[in-house]
């Protein structure tokens, strides 16, 4: 069973930006696909990025070119760096976590885009 544990959500202004972090306890880790989903209310779970093994990326098309995935295999940690927030990005965001078709999820942080 992989952990993994979310943080950096928070309250920001529209035009902002926030970095979450999940950090897995997975020493194998780097064979593991890793993304972040998002939740808003009333909505379906949906893909906000995704990166895998090798460093390949995707992203929603809502967000992409101002927010970015990066992985630290060292620190077995996924980032999803925000800017640019909009209203529309309010939801709660969960990690995920795919090897071989065995999916974790994380508890989900939330994100909320205010003024």
């Known amino acids: 069973q992989v952990q993994l544990v979310e943080s950096g959500g928070g309250l920001v202004q529209p035009g902002g930006s926030l970095t979450l972090s999940c950090t897995a306890s997975e020493i194998f880790f780097s064979l593991y696909a890793m993304g972040w989903y998002r939740q808003a209310p009333g909505k379906q779970r949906e893909l906000v990025a995704l990166?895998?093994?090798?460093?390949?990326?995707t992203y929603a098309d809502s967000v992409k070119g101002r927010f970015t995935i990066r992985r630290d295999n060292a620190k077995t940690t996924v980032y999803l760096q925000m800017n640019s927030l909009e209203p529309e990005d309010t939801a709660v965001y969960f990690c995920?976590?795919?090897?071989?078709?065995?999916?974790?999820w994380g508890q989900g942080t939330q994100v909320t885009v205010s003024s």
């Open positions: 990166v895998t093994r090798g460093g390949t990326t």
């Open positions: 995920y976590s795919n090897f071989g078709g065995s999916i974790y």
